[in-house]
């Protein structure tokens, strides 16, 4: 589904990225796991057209997105979850999410990824006329959950969905994205929590200072002495 070969992204002199490729399959969770810093949300910013690769490529079902714009990688079935949510603080719940839903015309359609959203976030629904900025930081991070979804999305990129998050909170939101998981929903996961990440991940890559220094499955990862030591605080 997603083939990310040798990108290299660079802010002014500094190379945040160095030569990165992984792949995701269609269905498949994936995480990159790695410290603040070390490039994480930069692959998923490239990925969604945000930022220019220098060098490199990135396919999405075998077709090449150098030339392709942000809006239009949306419009191909991408959709993103940012770091800090970024919700509209003055819209309504339902209004956000109707935000989500813009570039899909059919009506009937709309209704039907309401209902879904408001099946997987209860809490959205009994508060669906109150405004995004008065929900809790949990509950914003639902929001733009449920939001990314109303778009119908071939693949939904979550970047450090439980930064800043009361532990109850982290709980939940990755209750949902194991939920997402087993409904086949393709997702890629830029995670600092490298525990809740592998746990919840088919396979999984580790980053640092720009690079891919290790991947396998997650389950093995999470066995790894190096990733134990550095991520899962083991010895």
Known sequence: ??????????????????????????????????????????????????VRCRKGEILFYGNPLTETSAHQRARLGMSMVPEGRRIFPELTVLENLLMGAYRLDDRRGIQKNLERVFGIFPILK???????????????????????????????????????????????TFKVIDQLHREGVTILLVEQNARKALATADRGYVLETGEIVLSDQAERLAQNPMVKKAYLGGS
């Open 1 to 50: 589904m997603l083939e990310v070969r040798q990108i290299e992204v660079s802010y002014g002199e500094f190379l945040a990225l160095k030569g990165v490729s992984f792949s995701v399959k269609e269905g498949e969770l994936v995480t990159i796991i790695g410290a603040n810093g070390a490039g994480k949300s930069t692959i998923l910013r490239a990925i969604m057209g945000l």
């Open 126 to 172: 009994e508060r669906q006329n109150q405004i995004g900025k008065t929900l809790s930081g949990g509950e914003q991070q639902m929001l733009a959950i449920a939001r990314a979804l109303m778009a119908q999305p071939r693949m939904i990129l979550m970047d450090e969905v439980s930064l800043g998050l009361m532990p109850i909170y982290v709980e939940e």
